[in-house]
């Protein structure tokens, strides 16, 4: 079993590489795209996969990874299991906030709680930043890729005094509002 692993390459300099998952490839290239064409102070070489393990025959020419992006299809079950296969083929090191779940169009009237439920679950046991995002509008992509070149330029290294292992306090509120509203007291 081939494992990706973080430290074995030196990082290049004011460079920071992405590598996005997704098992079906519906969202992958555009939010390539997307982050390709954000404003950024570094360098950023985004790569896509669709499933782990990675080609062991380009392994020599592969940039280190800085932060590892798993698109989630909520309404697809079959993606989210997939998914947790895929992390049995990455190093520890990427659990300590180099790691983040991206789940697509969650916001959706037809979304799968209990997907949505799973996956949250699944963030949390690895401490790793859940995004909700809505990939099928330029200003849902824009926003998508500003938050992914956060996160990456944090697992990088090019925020002075900030560890990677702060990227979950980045996401608490990035979880879509339940079903139903919370009523405030009048005394609140």
């Not at 025959?57 to 992006?69: G, T």
């Given at each position: 079993?081939?494992?990706?692993?973080?430290?074995?390459?030196?990082?290049?300099?004011?460079?920071?590489?992405?590598?996005?998952?997704?098992?079906?490839?519906?969202?992958?290239?555009?939010?390539?795209?997307?982050?390709?064409?954000?404003?950024?102070?570094?360098?950023?070489?985004?790569?896509?996969?669709?499933?782990?393990?990675?080609?062991?025959?380009?392994?020599?020419?592969?940039?280190?990874?800085?932060?590892?992006?798993?698109?989630?299809?909520?309404?697809?079950?079959?993606?989210?299991?997939?998914?947790?296969?895929?992390?049995?083929?990455?190093?520890?090191?990427?659990?300590?906030?180099?790691?983040?779940?991206?789940?697509?169009?969650?916001?959706?009237?037809?979304?799968?709680?209990?997907?949505?439920?799973?996956?949250?679950?699944?963030?949390?046991?690895?401490?790793?930043?859940?995004?909700?995002?809505?990939?099928?509008?330029?200003?849902?992509?824009?926003?998508?890729?500003?938050?992914?070149?956060?996160?990456?330029?944090?697992?990088?290294?090019?925020?002075?005094?900030?560890?990677?292992?702060?990227?979950?306090?980045?996401?608490?509120?990035?979880?879509?509002?339940?079903?139903?509203?919370?009523?405030?007291?009048?005394t609140d």
């Open positions: 079993m081939s494992v990706l692993k973080l430290f074995h390459k030196h990082p290049e300099l004011n460079t920071a590489s992405i590598l996005l998952v997704e098992t079906e490839r519906q969202h992958q290239d555009k939010l390539a795209e997307a982050i390709l064409a954000a404003q950024r102070s570094f360098n950023v070489n985004v790569h896509l996969a669709d499933s782990l393990p990675l080609p062991t025959k380009n392994e020599a020419n592969r940039p280190r990874i800085d932060l590892v992006v798993f698109i989630v299809n909520h309404f697809n079950s079959h993606s989210l299991e997939l998914t947790k296969s895929y992390l049995q083929h990455l190093d520890v090191m990427y659990f300590l906030g180099r790691l983040c779940f991206l789940v697509s169009d969650a916001r959706s009237a037809k979304s799968d709680r209990d997907i949505l439920h799973a996956v949250r679950e699944m963030a949390a046991q690895y401490s790793s930043p859940l995004l909700f995002t809505e990939l099928q509008t330029e200003q849902g992509l824009a926003t998508a890729a500003d938050r992914l070149l956060v996160f990456t330029k944090v697992s990088a290294g090019f925020v002075p005094g900030v560890s990677s292992l702060f990227l979950n306090t980045l996401t608490s509120c990035s979880h879509p509002m339940e079903s139903s509203p919370t009523k405030l007291s009048d």
